[in-house]
C-alpha cells in the first residue's frame, strides 16, 4: 500500500511471479475506499489470470505507518486521511476465505531481501530503505525483530544533532532528515541558500522547489562540486548512523533499498569509509553493505513470502 498506488503480485507457491498489477490508492477518500481499491487490485490480478479465489493459499499486504500485526490493525498511516484503528483483516475477511497477514511496509520489503534477495542465506540482517523518508528492518538470529509496539528498527530518528532538523516525530536531528531523497535535497538548498552554485541551478531555472536527489546524482556525474560535496556529506552522515547499527546489532550485512539507493557507490562510498574507521573493527571487519537486489519487487515478493510463512507456521 502506497500513498499514491496500491501494487498488487501473485506469485506461486516457488515464488515465481505469475501476474502483478498497480491501481491508483486515492487516500482521500478514506479508508472504506482505499479498502475497495485494495480489492479491486484483487480482482483485476486474479481475473487477468483467470484464477479462481479458491486458489490462492494466503495473502499479505505491507501497510506504511504504525500497527498490530497479531490483531491485523493498522493504528495510523500518516499518508491516509482519517486511517485510524483500521482492522485491515476483518474487514477483508467477508470477502476472502483465505487468511490475510498484514505487516510493516518496511518490514515486507526485508522479508523479500532476507529470504529471496540480497540478504537470503544470512542470520543477521538490516535493511534500509532510502526514499522520501528513511525504514529500517532488523533480522537477528534468524528472527525478525518487531519490539514491544511493534516498531522495532526505527534508524531514522536515530538522534544524529542535539538541535538539527525539526522531525515529524516531535525531536529534532534524526538521522533521516538528512539521510533521505527528502534531506539530501534540503542540503543542497541549504548550500544554494548560502550562496553557493550548482549547474542544477541552470536546470531548475533558479527554483529549487524543482530541485531532486535524481538531479544531485546527475550533476554528481558531470563532477558539480557542490553535487558531489552534498553526496560525500550525506553518505558521511549515513556512515556514522550504520557504525552505530553495526556496533549494536553486530549485523552481517546491512542492505540499502529504495529509490535513493538508486545512487549507487555515489553514496556508498563514503558510507564504507566512515563505517570502516568509526564502527568496531571486528563487528565492521564481518559485515557487508550492499545495494538490495530485488529492487522495486522487494515489497510484493517479500509480502507473499511473510504470508506464507504465517500460514505454515
Not at 62 to 73: K, N, S, T
Not at 189 to 208: F, H
Request: proline fraction near 3%; charged fraction near 20%; glycine fraction near 14%.
Amino acid at each position: 500500500m502506497g500513498g499514491t498506488n496500491i501494487k498488487a503480485a501473485l506469485f506461486d507457491t516457488g515464488f515465481a511471479a505469475v501476474g502483478e498489477v498497480s491501481v491508483p490508492t486515492e487516500a482521500a477518500e478514506g479508508p472504506e475506499h482505499v479498502l475497495g481499491r485494495i480489492r479491486y487490485a484483487i480482482k483485476l490480478l486474479t481475473e487477468d489470470k483467470g484464477i479462481g479465489l479458491q486458489s490462492v493459499t494466503c495473502m499479505g499486504m505491507g501497510v506504511p505507518g504504525l500497527l498490530d500485526p497479531r490483531e491485523g490493525l493498522s493504528l495510523f498511516s500518516p499518508n491516509f486521511p482519517g486511517w485510524e484503528q483500521v482492522h485491515i483483516v476483518n474487514e477483508l475477511k467477508p470477502y476472502y476465505d483465505f487468511p490475510v497477514f498484514i505487516d510493516n511496509d518496511v518490514r515486507v520489503n526485508l522479508y523479500g531481501e532476507w529470504l529471496h534477495g540480497a540478504a537470503k542465506g544470512h542470520q543477521n540482517v538490516v535493511l534500509l530503505t532510502l526514499g522520501t523518508g528513511l525504514g529500517s528492518g532488523i533480522v537477528s538470529d534468524g528472527k525478525v525483530v518487531y519490539g514491544t509496539t511493534f516498531s522495532a528498527g526505527e534508524i531514522g530518528h536515530m538522534n544524529m544533532y542535539r538541535q538539527g532538523r525539526p522531525c515529524r516525530c516531535g525531536s529534532s536531528g534524526c538521522l533521516g532528515r538528512y539521510v533521505s531523497a527528502v534531506g539530501m535535497v534540503n542540503t543542497l538548498k541549504e548550500k544554494l541558500g548560502e550562496g553557493r552554485s550548482s549547474i542544477i541551478q541552470t536546470w531548475t531555472s533558479g527554483d529549487n522547489e524543482r530541485i531532486t536527489a535524481l538531479m544531485i546524482s546527475e550533476a554528481y556525474d558531470l563532477e558539480d562540486g557542490l553535487a558531489m560535496e552534498v553526496m560525500h556529506e550525506t553518505g558521511t552522515l549515513l556512515g556514522f548512523g550504520l557504525a552505530n547499527v553495526i556496533n549494536l546489532l553486530n549485523p552481517e550485512v546491512i542492505v540499502i533499498g529504495g529509490g535513493m539507493s538508486a545512487a549507487g557507490e555515489r553514496l556508498l562510498r563514503s558510507v564504507r569509509a566512515t563505517v570502516k574507521e568509526h564502527a568496531l573493527k571486528l563487528s565492521a571487519s564481518k559485515c557487508s553493505i550492499a545495494q538490495a537486489g530485488l529492487g522495486s519487487r522487494a515489497g510484493t515478493l517479500g509480502a507473499a513470502a511473510y504470508a506464507y510463512r504465517k500460514r505454515q507456521a
